[in-house]
């Protein structure tokens, strides 16, 4: 069975700052691998996702991600974060021929200081 | 916008009684799921759809049935609402063509009391 690990509960950072929110995966083949995030009393928007080819993968906002087969991870980053970037952030891997079940990481939340 | 309206968004019911969240989608897509979320676990798969009248289990299905009996409804139900049932329910839907991604309703409220 597939899983997500956040290792990161909570993160803060001060606006203009970089970003990166770890996310490891633990599945047998190549994955479906997706961030989404969450503003509070909101749905869960999607910001990227991979499938495969290109390792690195460019989402919505400005963020980005980073497949690494070796490290069985899929980190986010932002190279510079904006307060409306606060929000909670989940990290989620599917397999292929399971029809789209996902599951999701415990989640990381965003707090940015001016 | 996924295209997807739960109702009803939020909800205060006593323990023991039956509770119905409903999905409601417009663009007939075939796969539909229920998460539910909670603090310090994410999102957890309760029963998804991949047609009418075609329902699974997820991770997390006891105390919980579903039906789907025309393409635009998928139904969750709590035959007897218990505590342990207070969260946020997510609805979500698989368009095809995007391979695995799933797409999220704006989520129902429910507290059990």
């Known amino acids: 069975a597939q899983s997500v690990t956040q290792p990161d509960i909570h993160i803060t950072v001060s606006e203009g700052a970089s970003l990166e929110l770890r996310c490891n995966y633990s599945?047998?083949?190549?994955?479906?691998l997706f961030w989404y995030v969450q503003s509070p009393g909101q749905g869960l928007q999607l910001l990227l996702k991979?499938?495969?080819?290109?390792?690195l993968v460019q989402g919505i906002k400005g963020f980005e991600a980073e497949f690494k087969r070796s490290q069985s991870s899929f980190n986010l980053r932002k190279p510079s974060v904006h307060w409306s970037d606060a929000a909670e952030y989940f990290c989620?891997?599917?397999?292929?021929?399971?029809?789209?079940?996902?599951?999701f990481g415990t989640g990381t939340r965003l707090q940015v200081t001016l | 916008d996924a295209g997807i309206t739960q109702s009803p968004r939020h909800k205060v019911t006593e323990t023991g009684t039956p509770v119905t969240l409903r999905c409601h989608q417009t663009?007939?897509?075939?796969?539909m799921y229920w998460y539910r979320q909670d603090p310090g676990h994410g999102l957890r798969l309760i029963h998804y759809?991949?047609?009418?009248?075609?329902?699974d289990k997820g991770e997390v299905s006891d105390g919980y049935s579903v039906s789907r009996s025309k393409t635009e409804d998928f139904l969750l139900t709590l035959e007897s609402a218990t505590s342990s049932q207070t969260s946020v329910y997510f609805c979500?839907?698989?368009?095809?063509?995007?391979?695995?991604?799933?797409?999220f309703g704006e989520g129902s409220w429910l507290t059990v009391v």
């Open positions: 599945y047998g083949a190549t994955p479906y």
């Open positions: 759809s991949y047609g009418v009248k075609d329902t």
């Open positions: 663009e007939n897509h075939r796969y």
């Open positions: 989620a891997v599917g397999a292929t021929g399971t029809a789209s079940k996902l599951t």
């Open positions: 979500a839907i698989n368009p095809t063509g995007t391979g695995n991604t799933i797409y």
């Open positions: 991979y499938f495969s080819g290109d390792t």
